[in-house]
Nanobody
Framework: QVQLVESGGGLAQAGGSLRLSCVAS????????VGWFRQAPGKEREFVAV????????YVADSVKGRFTITRDNAKNTVNLQMNSLKPEDTALYYC???????????????????WGQGTQVTVSS
């Protein structure tokens, strides 16, 4: 079992930055794929970014490419999401998600992930 706890959300102005962190406990997640998803009110949960174990690959949604960066520190069981050049449309509840990195057919699908955090709210004002 893996527990995920997000932090770092808050209020930012358009053009500003925030850094989200996801800390895992329960089991080492060095062999897990760990990603970020977000959900705005009235919208479906959408993929933001993922850092895999296999190959150490990174996938980032087109909507945040060039602005958001995902990094992981396995020694600290932490995955961070650095968000720069924030836009009002980035406003959402951000979730950390993880699954053991085996037989993953689509890292961008929320259905692939077994463990989820409670979410941290990001609000960007114009």
């Amino acid at each position: 079992q893996v527990q995920l706890v997000e932090s770092g959300g808050g209020l930012a102005q358009a053009g500003g930055s925030l850094r989200l962190s996801c800390v895992a406990s329960g089991r080492t997640f060095s062999t897990y794929a760990v990603g970020w998803f977000r959900q705005a009110p009235g919208k479906e949960r959408e993929f933001v970014a993922v850092r895999t174990y296999l190959g150490g690959r990174t996938y980032v949604a087109d909507s945040v490419k060039g602005r958001f960066t995902i990094t992981r520190d396995n020694a600290k069981n932490t995955v961070n999401l650095q968000m720069n050049s924030l836009k009002p449309e980035d406003t959402a509840l951000y979730y950390c998600a993880a699954r053991e990195d085996i037989y993953v057919s689509d890292y961008r699908s929320s259905l692939m992930y077994d463990y989820w955090g409670q979410g941290t709210q990001v609000t960007v004002s114009s």
